[in-house]
Structure formats: C-alpha cells, structure tokens
C-alpha cells in the first residue's frame, strides 16, 4: 500500500481552481520577472552546479577533499569561458589586421556611390558632403550613450559571472543540506520520488547541455556549408567560431561576421559576397532559433518543439536572453512533477511528445 500512494508526487484531496491556478501563474511570473536580478545569475548557477555535480562526486570518490573538488571543477567551467573570451578577443584583434584594406574599400565604395549619385540624381557633391557630415556628427552623439550603455552592460555581466560561479560553488558545497531541506518539503511517502526527481532533474539539466552541443555542432556545419558554397576563405574556421560566438546572445553572431564579411569583400572586390555572408548566417540563426535548437534540446528533455518555442518566447519576454537559455530547463522540471501527479496530467501531456 505504501508504494502505491507513493507513486504520485501530489495527492491532493481537492484540485486547485481554474481561478486560483491562474492568479499563481501571474504571481510566480511577476515574481520571476521583478525578481530576475537575483534569480538570473541563481539560475545559471543552478544549471551549472547539476552540471558539474558527476565531477566533483567522481573526484570526492577518488580522494580528494571536497573543498579542492569543488574548486577544480569551477575553475575547469572558468578556463572553458576564459577560452570563450580570447576567441573573441582573438576575433577582434583578427578584423584590425584587415583594417587597412576595409578603410580602402570603404572610401572606394564612397566615391563610386559619389559619382553615381552625381551622374544618376545630378546631386552636387558638396550637398552629400553636408549630409555626411551631418549623420556623422548625429552618429557621434549618439555614440556617446551607447558606449556608456555597453560599458555598464559588461561591468554587470562580469559582476554576474562572479556571482554565479560563487553561488555554484555554495549549491555544490551546501547540496546535502538543500537535499535534505528538499526531502522536508514533501510527505514522508512521497520521498522517494522526490529523489527520483532530483535525479532526473539532474540528467535533464545533462541532456539539454549535451543538446546545446548538438545544436553548436549542427550549426558550425551548416554556417561552414554555406561559406564554402559562397567561395569564402577558411569557411570552416569562420563557420565554427560563429557558431561558438552565438553563446553570446546578439552581439556573438554580429561580432563573429565582422571578418568572413570584411576577407570577403576584400577578397572578390564585391558587394555580393559580403551580403551573402550575411544572408547565410541569418538563414542560420533561424534555423537554430525556430528548428534545430526545439529539436535537438526538446527531444532530449522529451519536450515537443510546439512548448519548446513558446517557453523560449515567453523566457525572453520574461528575462530577456537568459530567459531563452534557462527557462527550457525549468519547464522540464515542471513535466519531470506533472508526470507523476495526477492532479496535473494534462499539463504532462501538453508539454510531452505526442504518442
């Protein structure tokens, strides 16, 4: 008798109103959306404490004090970041060696656009001038607040890189306390699937990393595809770094065209190409967007691409990039306890594959 009750998480005597289920969901999404300074960077570090949970247990198994194991296995997520970082550095510093034929080009093209206007419209040249000069000094104030807006962007991610690397080191330290307070939380009965559920939390966090692997490997293939379909120099070097750089919400993607678009137009002395390069990492980006990455990580969570896309709409609505990363692993959790309620089976069939 006393497996059978323990085979659901949740055995409530009266199921929750479609009114009161309703105002929890507004609460918990406010909660969520006021709350996402603290719950951002607590989340990635919960995300990257399952991650590294097998290591350090492996490492603990064979010796080594738990402090220590902790602290190779944050720095070992420290190096793979630090190796993100120079790659874009690498990238940038790359683009400035082709600074002088990109500044050639751009004062070719300037003056060919000048004579074709002159020649086209009869537009006098000290007109375009004036209209130049115009937009660059517009373009100059209004470069001054996006520069202060980068500048406090990077200052807080590097502050919530710091938090979240000492917030997983304190869950990976503390986990048999938040274990046991979980196991609290829950009936006696119901304790064993509550360890169940951590467990499978755990792997599920696994797999949608080993997902994300999937869909950076799919997409390098198809970027290095497309850039050796174009004739481009190294499309298999520019395809992966873009596909790595896309780690970097918006601007990875952006930054990782600068050189494939500027070799390009250096190269073939043409406007095609560069506009090809952006043509393809755009097909690309979508694809990943709307297909692989609802493929490759919903299947592996056992997620259909339907709930998929609407978690990653509604996490960026909620916390913007982050949101889109975090928000498909908190969905799997959802499932991981509707699955054995049945007070929220429709719920497990609404975010499960159809059978």
Not at 14 to 21: D, E, R
Not at 92 to 111: C, D, L, S
Not at 199 to 219: Q, S, W
Request: net charge neutral; aromatic share 14%.
């Amino acid at each position: 008798m006393e497996i059978q009750e323990s085979n659901s998480l949740i055995n409530e005597p009266k199921s929750i109103s479609f009114v009161n289920g309703l105002q929890i969901l507004v609460l918990v999404l406010l909660l969520l959306y006021f709350g996402k300074t603290l719950f951002i960077p607590l989340s990635f570090a919960l995300l990257i404490s399952f991650i590294l949970y097998p290591i350090c247990k492996w490492l603990e198994q064979k010796g080594m004090n738990k402090i220590v194991a902790i602290l190779v296995a944050i720095l070992g997520v420290t190096v793979v970041f630090g190796l993100i970082i120079l790659l874009l550095y690498s990238q940038v510093m790359e683009f400035t060696t082709e600074w002088g034929g990109f500044k050639a080009k751009v004062i070719e093209t300037y003056n060919a656009l000048n004579i074709y206007l002159i020649n086209t419209f009869g537009i006098d040249q000290g007109i375009q001038l004036d209209v130049f000069k115009n937009y660059i000094d517009i373009s100059n104030f209004e470069a001054i607040p996006l520069i202060r807006t980068v500048v406090i962007s990077l200052s807080e991610s590097f502050f919530a890189g710091i938090m979240i690397l000492v917030f997983s080191a304190l869950i990976l330290y503390y986990r048999h306390l938040l274990t046991s307070v979980l196991y609290h939380l829950f009936p006696s009965k119901t304790k064993n699937i509550s360890y169940e559920i951590l467990i499978e939390t755990i792997h599920a966090y696994y797999n949608f990393v080993k997902g994300m692997a999937v869909v950076y490997l799919i997409v390098g293939i198809l970027n290095s595809i497309g850039l050796l379909i174009l004739g481009i120099p190294h499309p298999f070097l520019f395809g992966f770094i873009a596909s790595i750089l896309t780690f970097i919400p918006y601007f990875g993607i952006m930054i990782a065209s600068l050189l494939p678009i500027t070799v390009s137009w250096i190269e073939f002395n043409s406007i095609y190409y560069p506009l090809g390069v952006i043509v393809v990492f755009s097909i690309v980006q979508i694809l990943e967007a709307y297909v692989i990455f609802p493929m490759a990580v919903g299947n592996r969570l056992k997620i259909n691409a339907l709930a998929i896309i609407v978690t990653i709409v509604i996490g960026g609505i909620l916390w913007g990039a982050a949101g889109m990363i975090l928000f498909i692993p908190f969905v799997s959790f959802v499932k991981l306890i509707a699955d054995r309620s049945p007070n929220y089976k429709a719920i497990s069939i609404l975010l499960g594959e159809d059978t």
